[in-house]
């Protein structure tokens, strides 16, 4: 899997727009972008995923640089409940494993 | 879809003895995963299963333990003689096996080896 690699901790006011960036310069052609997050004292929780264009749910988006070497994720509208570790994870799917680092700790300031 | 379920929620022993955790995954999914996690690290892979064949163990997965999921859909982790070590949030998670899957993880079984 591709290494990424993600600022430890962020803050960001409450409805305020959360941008969390991630590097993954040595990601591969055919490995995807996957964003999990972990609420305290819960299992992750997938939240987006992208290979090469943007991608919008109604969790969040995920802006995909063209050169595919850097990411971002996009929570439009951050509220209290958006406290979370949030981990970036470079995924071809298939036979292998979900890899994770150690993400980055968002906190949500009211 | 129930989600995946993890029983107990947590569990206290004493070093030296046995523990079991039971998973339930999603049911229509074929593959169930074991992590580990320990305070302030990511999710650590222990195992997968793709029906009842356990197809990967980490290096993590000691001699002391050992998974099983006999008839494709629920899974046990057994861990023998208990260590300190092995104090940590174990997860399962469950997804179909059909390319780049979405992984559900259920909420976990935090041990406490005292």
């Known amino acids: 899997d591709a290494k990424t690699t993600q600022p430890p901790s962020m803050d960001c006011a409450e409805g305020r727009a959360a941008n969390l960036p991630c590097n993954h310069s040595?990601?591969?052609?055919?490995?995807?972008v996957y964003w999990y997050r972990q609420i305290h004292s819960q299992g992750p929780q997938y939240i987006i995923h992208g290979l090469k264009n943007n991608e919008t749910n109604e969790m969040a988006s995920l802006i995909i640089t063209e050169d595919r070497k850097s990411s971002t994720l996009i929570l439009p509208h951050a509220t209290l409940r958006d406290t979370a570790v949030y981990y970036c994870?470079?995924?071809?799917?298939?036979?292998?494993?979900?890899?994770f680092g150690t993400g980055t700790r968002l906190t949500i300031i009211p | 879809d129930t989600g995946v379920s993890q029983d107990p929620r947590h569990k206290i022993t004493k070093r030296g003895q046995n523990v079991t955790f039971r998973c339930d995954p999603i049911?229509?999914?074929?593959?169930l995963y074991w992590y580990r996690q320990t305070l302030g690290q990511g999710p650590e892979f222990l195992t997968y299963?793709?029906?009842?064949?356990?197809?990967?163990k980490s290096r993590l997965l000691s001699d002391r333990f050992s998974a099983e999921r006999p008839k494709g859909s629920f899974s046990t982790l057994e861990i023998q003689r208990t260590e300190q070590g092995d104090s940590a949030m174990y997860l399962c998670a469950s997804s179909l096996a059909r390319g780049n899957e979405k992984l559900f993880f259920g909420s976990g079984t935090q041990l406490s080896v005292l």
């Open positions: 040595t990601i591969s052609g055919n490995e995807y």
């Open positions: 299963f793709q029906n009842e064949a356990q197809l990967e």
């Open positions: 049911s229509e999914h074929n593959r």
């Open positions: 994870i470079g995924y071809r799917g298939g036979n292998e494993k979900l890899t």
